[in-house]
């Protein structure tokens, strides 16, 4: 990777990682979302994430403050507004992480990898999802590149 592109992607995680409320509102406001109390609750987990949540993972973090509905309408505004990518790494769970852009485009996206032993899904946020020609008239919004296998601490 070259130099410019990592120091990006550590700019991204840290701001990410150090969001105060007022900037997960603004985040929130600039992808048309108003913040509320729950959103603002779930994005901040969305923001602690070091890898793709389920339902279920948000459900645990959120202990009672959140019942599993309202969490998951949160995540499908989130999905509908761009906020946040959808994966189906093959778990039967769907997965959620934010977008790393200010606008939802494939450019942004990047190669996953689910660990078929221990489960886990990781991101290779440097690893770009290859350009896919399409036939004339179909436009792709979103593309879900999942790599499968045994990751480094389950292979021995």
């Given at each position: 990777m070259n130099r410019k592109r990592r120091n990006i992607l550590?700019?991204?995680?840290?701001?990410?990682?150090?969001?105060?409320?007022?900037?997960?509102?603004?985040?929130?406001?600039s992808k048309g979302v108003r913040p509320t109390a729950n959103r603002i609750l779930v994005m901040k987990e969305l923001v602690k994430a070091t890898h793709p949540v389920s339902l279920a993972d948000l459900e645990a973090r959120l202990g009672f403050s959140m019942d599993r509905a309202s969490i998951f309408r949160v995540l499908e505004l989130f999905a509908e507004k761009d906020v946040v990518h959808v994966i189906e790494d093959g778990s039967r769970s769907i997965k959620y992480e934010l977008c790393?852009?200010?606008?939802?485009?494939?450019?942004?996206?990047?190669?996953?990898?689910?660990?078929?032993?221990?489960?886990?899904?990781?991101?290779?946020?440097?690893?770009?999802?290859?350009?896919?020609?399409?036939?004339?008239?179909?436009?792709?919004?979103?593309?879900?590149?999942?790599?499968?296998?045994?990751?480094?601490?389950?292979?021995?």
């Open positions: 550590i700019t991204f995680a840290v701001k990410f990682t150090m969001m105060s409320n007022t900037e997960i509102e603004r985040t929130l406001e790393q852009g200010t606008h939802h485009s494939i450019a942004d996206q990047h190669v996953h990898f689910f660990c078929e032993r221990c489960k886990e899904t990781y991101c290779f946020e440097t690893v770009k999802v290859p350009e896919v020609e399409m036939p004339a008239g179909f436009r792709p919004r979103t593309i879900n590149y999942m790599v499968k296998g045994i990751c480094p601490k389950c292979a021995d």
